[in-house]
């Protein structure tokens, strides 16, 4: 079983920052993409950062030069870094994974349960 767990969250005023985390645990064989979604109150979710294995990134327009995600493959663990926070950024932010659990298996995206960001204008 494969489990993603974030902290980090919480209540910032705007400007202020926040940093997240993600720990993946269970049968892990291989991480190949990590990534931060957001889903705020009557929207859709939408993709905020993603990294490769290779430490390539790309973000969403909204939050680029703000926001920077990074990983540590020693520790299965992905992060975002978010900085020069904004009212509109105030969301749910979950963590999501590319794993293969055995060299034989299909590689199989899995989500944490989310963290609430809620910034105060």
């Known amino acids: 079983q494969v489990q993603l767990v974030e902290s980090g969250g919480g209540l910032v005023q705007a400007g202020g920052s926040l940093r997240l985390s993600c720990a993946a645990s269970?049968?892990?064989?291989?991480?190949?993409?990590m990534a931060w979604y957001r889903q705020a109150p009557g929207k859709q979710r939408e993709l905020v950062a993603a990294?490769?294995?290779?430490?390539?990134?790309d973000y969403v327009d909204s939050v680029k030069e703000r926001f920077t995600i990074s990983r540590d493959n020693a520790k299965n663990s992905v992060y975002l870094q978010m900085n020069s926070l904004k009212s509109e950024d105030t969301a749910v932010y979950y963590c999501?994974?590319?794993?293969?659990?055995?060299?034989?298996?299909?590689?199989?995206?899995?989500w944490g349960q989310g963290t609430q960001v809620t910034v105060s204008s």
């Open positions: 999501n994974a590319a794993i293969r659990i055995t060299a034989g298996t299909w590689m199989t995206e899995y």
């Open positions: 269970g049968r892990l064989f291989s991480i190949n993409r």
């Open positions: 990294i490769t294995s290779g430490s390539s990134t």
